[in-house]
C-alpha cells in the first residue's frame, strides 16, 4: 500500500501498475485511452470520482505518446487523416461536455451518460462483431481456396458510400490509401468527440470503428491514427486537471511504469494479427464495457440499494482488462506459433500473420 | 485432453469462455485480497 497525499487515499501500488499494463497493451492494440475501464477501476481502488478522472487522463496522454511512437515506427499514422480530424474532436469534445452539463442541470447525467453508453457501445460492438465474423469467415474460405490473404479484410459496404461523397476539398490519405472528402473526417472527428466528450472518455472505441466503417481505412492505420488524436485529447485533459488540482503524479507515475511496457507490447503485437483479429478484440472490449454499464445503470435505477450489483460491476471491471490483455497475450503466441509451424487452433492461422 | 475440454481451446467461443472464466477468476482474486473493505 502507498499513501497517495494529493488524492488522500491509501491504495495498493501493484494494482496501480497491474492496471497501467493491461489497459495499456489494449491501448496499444485497439487504439483507445482505456478511460472507460481505468477510471472506475481507480474509483474502486479508493480515489475519489474527480481525481480517478484526473489521473487516467494524465496517464492516458504519456501511455498514448509511446504507442504513437511506436505505430509511427510500424507505419500505421496517417498524418494527413489525424491532422484533419482533430479540430472536429476538439470542437466535438467541447460541445459534448455542454449537452453534459444541460442534463446535470436537469438533474438527469448519471442516467443520461449510462443509457447512452449503453446504447452506442453495444450498437458498435454488434455492427463490429457481425461485419468481423463475414471477414474471418472469407478469410478462412481464401486460405481453404489457396489464396493469401494481405493484412485487412473488410466486409462492410459503408466506406464506398462515404468516399463518394463530392464535397471539396477531397484528400488523398496516403498511408490509409484512402481517397474521401475532408468533411467526411472532420464530421467523424466532430460526432465522435460529442460522444466522447458526454460520456468522459478518450473516445477511441468510438473513433476507430467510425475510421474503418466510413472514412475506410485499415484497422492498423485506424489505431494508429486514433493514438495521435488521444496525446492531443488526453494531453488537453491532463493540462485542464492539472489545472483544478485533479492529478497525483506519484499515482500516474505508478500507472505509467506499468503503461510503457504494456503500450509498446500492444503495438507490437498488431504486427503479429490481421485486422479482423483487432477489430474481435474492440468487440469483446464493447460487450463487456457494455455488461458493466448495464449493472452500473441498473444499481442507480435500484436506488442504490443492491450492493450485489455493484460488486458484480467491480469485478467485470477488473475481469475485462485482465481478459482482453490474456487474449492479446494469446493471440500473439498463437501467431509465433504458427509462424513457427506448430498446431494452433483451426480459427487463428486466417487471423494471425 | 478430454473433448469436452478440448473445445475450450479448439473453438472461438470456448477459448473466449475460458479466458474469461480465468479473468473473473483473478479480478475475484484481487478483490478478496486488495479491495474487500474498500468497494
Redo the contacts between chains.
Keep these: 500500500m502507498f499513501d497517495f497525499t494529493i488524492a488522500g487515499v491509501e491504495a495498493?501500488i501493484?494494482?496501480l501498475i497491474l492496471v497501467g499494463f493491461t489497459v495499456g497493451t489494449v491501448g496499444g492494440f485497439i487504439g483507445v485511452g482505456g478511460g472507460y475501464m481505468v477510471t472506475p477501476a481507480l474509483i474502486?481502488?479508493?480515489f475519489p470520482g474527480y481525481m480517478a478522472s484526473g489521473i487516467d487522463m494524465t496517464h492516458i496522454a504519456g501511455k498514448g505518446l509511446v504507442s504513437t511512437i511506436r505505430h509511427r515506427q510500424l507505419g500505421n499514422i496517417d498524418w494527413t487523416m489525424a491532422l484533419s480530424m482533430v479540430a472536429g474532436t476538439m470542437l466535438g469534445v467541447e460541445l459534448g461536455v455542454r449537452v453534459l452539463v444541460y442534463f446535470k442541470h436537469i438533474g438527469l447525467s448519471s442516467i443520461a451518460l449510462l443509457i447512452t453508453s449503453v446504447v452506442v457501445m453495444f450498437t458498435l460492438f454488434l455492427y463490429t462483431q457481425m461485419e468481423t465474423r463475414r471477414a474471418h469467415k472469407k478469410l478462412d474460405e481464401l486460405a481453404h481456396e489457396g489464396k493469401k490473404a494481405g493484412r485487412e479484410l473488410q466486409t462492410s459496404s459503408l466506406p464506398a458510400f462515404f468516399q463518394n461523397i463530392p464535397l471539396a476539398p477531397i484528400v488523398r490519405c496516403r498511408t490509409a490509401r484512402v481517397v474521401v472528402s475532408m468533411w467526411v473526417i472532420v464530421v467523424v472527428g466532430i460526432v465522435t468527440g460529442l460522444l466522447a466528450g458526454f460520456l468522459g472518455v478518450g473516445g477511441g472505441f468510438i473513433r476507430v470503428p467510425a475510421l474503418v466503417y466510413i472514412v475506410g481505412s485499415s484497422t492498423h492505420i485506424a489505431v494508429g491514427t486514433d493514438l495521435v488524436e488521444i496525446v492531443f485529447s488526453g494531453g488537453y485533459g491532463a493540462l485542464r486537471h492539472s489545472m483544478e488540482g485533479h492529478v497525483d503524479m506519484m499515482a500516474v507515475l505508478f500507472m505509467i511504469s506499468g503503461a510503457m511496457i504494456g503500450a509498446q507490447f500492444g503495438s507490437i503485437a498488431t504486427s503479429y494479427v490481421r485486422g479482423p483479429a483487432i477489430r474481435y478484440i474492440l468487440s469483446?472490449s464493447l460487450i463487456l464495457a457494455t455488461c458493466g454499464a448495464v449493472l452500473r445503470l441498473a444499481y442507480v435505477l435500484t436506488g442504490q440499494s443492491i450492493e450485489l450489483l455493484?460488486?458484480f460491476a467491480?469485478?467485470?471491471t477488473?475481469?475485462?482488462m485482465?481478459?482482453l490483455c490474456?487474449?492479446i497475450v494469446?493471440l500473439v503466441w498463437f501467431a509465433v506459433r504458427h509462424r513457427n509451424g506448430k498446431s494452433v487452433?483451426?480459427?487463428v492461422p486466417s487471423l494471425v500473420l | 485432453m478430454a473433448k469436452g475440454l478440448r473445445w475450450f481451446i479448439d473453438s472461438m467461443l470456448g477459448y473466449w469462455i475460458l479466458l474469461l472464466v480465468i479473468s473473473l477468476g483473478g479480478a475475484a482474486a484481487i478483490y478478496e485480497l486488495w479491495l474487500k473493505g474498500r468497494v
Design positions: 495498493p501493484f494494482l474502486v481502488f479508493g469483446y455493484s460488486l467491480v469485478m467485470l477488473v475481469g475485462e485482465i481478459f490474456l487474449f494469446s487452433p483451426a480459427w
